[in-house]
């Protein structure tokens, strides 16, 4: 009886980190939108306008991104191809909204956004984002 809640402990200790590393996906579209907002401003010290108008986009973008996770009948690939297009999208409106030099720290954060993936989106074998094989 001691392994079986031993066992069931440690399961449900598993699910919660993973629930944790699925981050916003997991959070409803304004929850979302809210905290990209936040991570733009804190990066490019956004005025109250570009606020307002980025957050509006991005709340449309998690809404329709939210759809897109819901439709169980698409593909994987065909999900990470739409998820794809709606990011450039929206990148492109957010960086209309900006001056020349939030542009170019845009730009940089773009480069550097934690979990771009090369081509086909798989990761390399044995490589893993913040950690290295010893």
């Known amino acids: 009886m001691k392994k079986v809640m031993i066992a069931l402990a440690l399961f449900i200790g598993l699910n919660a980190a993973q629930a944790q590393k699925r981050g916003n996906f997991n959070k409803d579209p ?5 905290a990209r907002v936040e991570h733009l401003d804190k990066e490019l010290n956004l ?3 570009q606020k307002e108008s980025i957050h509006t986009l ?7 991104l939210q759809s897109v996770f819901k439709d169980s009948d698409r ?15 929206t990148d492109v409106k957010i960086a209309a909204l ?8 845009f730009a ?3 480069k550097n956004r934690p979990n771009r993936r090369p081509e086909g989106g798989k990761r390399e074998v044995g490589k893993r984002e913040g ?3 010893s």
Request: net charge positive; hydrophobic share 30%.
């Open 75 to 89: 593909k994987q690939d065909n999900v990470r191809g739409k998820v794809k297009e709606m990011n450039a999208q």
């Open 30 to 34: 304004e929850a979302r939108a809210k």
């Open 108 to 110: 940089e954060l773009q």
């Open 131 to 133: 950690r290295t094989r």
């Open 47 to 49: 005025t109250t306008a």
């Open 58 to 64: 991005v709340l449309d973008q998690a809404k329709s």
């Open 98 to 105: 900006l001056d020349a030099s939030q542009k170019q720290k």
